[in-house]
């Protein structure tokens, strides 16, 4: 099953706009993780919020948490081209795996 | 470059055949992951080794097994294959015993075809 559920499931925008993706989850978190997968290659884990914060930044990338809601935001500024990828949120379900959501496909028009 | 090495990178192949899936975990990290990605099931948990024992186990067929080696190396073993299993395989790594802590290393995959 998937913890996980990324929306939207595509997302297209313009160089220079900012992309906001958003991810819900079912169970309580330890963590919430954010990783990157450009077109067949492998998964890039790019930030992780723990269940007592709020809000993370790591370059141009915010990660917001709201634990009440059960639900998670990846924003990232000031896109890139090379941006263009699928961004899966995951969560640690049970004691060890971290399952996936389905991801959001986004593309940045130049 | 994360750090793990997967082998074949594709790897194309019969139904009713039997393949297997290598990985080597970054240096130092002790658990390993197996992942299955496919269009319509997007990314499913297999199974977590950590220091050799199996930890968790996902979705994983009974004709599917894995192991981690001395060395921490693993293997993912398919048999009887079937059109449905094709996909990309994907290994990753932890320095920890699970994914609670941190974060996983993943390797650029193996592209299994079965025709």
């Known amino acids: 099953s998937q913890q996980g559920e990324e929306d939207p499931q595509a997302l297209s925008i313009q160089e220079g706009e900012n992309a906001t993706m958003n991810c819900s989850y079912k169970?309580?978190?330890?963590?919430l993780q954010w990783y990157r997968q450009n077109s067949g290659r492998g998964l890039v884990h790019l930030i992780l919020?723990?269940?007592?914060?709020r809000e993370k930044h790591s370059g141009r990338l915010r990660v917001t948490l709201d634990t009440s809601k059960k639900s998670s935001s990846l924003l990232i500024t000031a896109s890139r081209a090379a941006d263009t990828a699928s961004y899966f949120c995951?969560?640690?379900?049970?004691?060890?795996?971290?399952?996936f959501g389905q991801g959001t496909r986004l593309t940045i028009n130049p | 470059d994360s750090g793990v090495t997967q082998t074949p990178k594709h790897l194309i192949t019969a139904t009713g055949q039997r393949v297997t899936l290598r990985c080597s975990p970054r240096?130092?990290?002790?658990?390993v992951y197996w992942y299955q990605q496919s269009l319509d099931q997007g990314l499913q948990f297999l199974i977590q080794?950590?220091?050799?024992?199996?930890?968790a186990k996902g979705n994983i067929l009974e004709r599917f097994s894995a192991q981690q080696f001395p060395d921490l190396h693993s293997e993912l073993n398919l048999s009887s294959l079937e059109l449905g299993d094709s996909a990309l395989y994907f290994c990753?790594?932890?320095?920890?015993?699970?994914?609670?802590?941190?974060?996983?290393?993943f390797g650029e995959g193996s592209r299994l075809t079965v025709l």
């Open positions: 169970t309580s978190i330890n963590n």
């Open positions: 240096s130092g990290d002790l658990s």
């Open positions: 080794y950590y220091n050799g024992e199996e930890r």
């Open positions: 995951a969560t640690v379900q049970g004691a060890q795996k971290l399952v």
């Open positions: 919020i723990r269940s007592n914060e």
């Open positions: 990753a790594s932890s320095v920890d015993s699970g994914a609670r802590e941190g974060e996983l290393f």
